[in-house]
């Protein structure tokens, strides 16, 4: 079966840290660009990061830029996001995604996503 699996969310305080993981199964992850996005329900997933197959490319959101860190050991079929100075606004489920040929996609261009990994920020 190929598929994605998110782990490392929690609930954190605000200013708190994670990691999070993607792990791939079914398929080698290194020849795939990878994205990641997050969700709060009734709004729209939103793109956070991204990273090229070889890890040489990487674009953040914004709102996450010097918060979060993507990479990846394509050793451990894994890509990760560690994000950092946690606030209640980067309370969602957090996604991966990938793509086999173009790095940062549209979201309808992603082949494989994960079912998500909750990350709460709250006091």
């Known amino acids: 079966q190929v598929q994605l699996v998110e782990s490392g969310g929690g609930l954190v305080q605000p200013g708190g840290s994670l990691r999070l993981s993607c792990a791939a199964s079914g398929f080698t992850l290194d020849k795939f660009n990878i994205g990641w996005f997050r969700q709060v329900p009734g709004k729209e997933r939103q793109g956070v990061s991204c990273?090229?197959?070889?890890?040489?490319?990487?674009w953040y959101l914004g709102s996450v830029k010097g918060r979060f860190t993507v990479s990846r050991d394509n050793a451990k079929n894994t890509v990760y996001l560690q994000v950092n100075s946690l606030k209640p606004d980067d309370t969602a489920v957090y996604y991966c995604?990938?793509?086999?040929?173009?790095?940062?996609?549209?979201?309808?261009?992603?082949?494989?996503w994960g079912q998500g990994t909750q990350v709460t920020v709250s006091s």
């Open positions: 990273i090229s197959s070889t890890g040489g490319n990487t």
């Open positions: 995604a990938a793509d086999p040929f173009y790095f940062c996609p549209p979201e309808g261009e992603y082949d494989y």
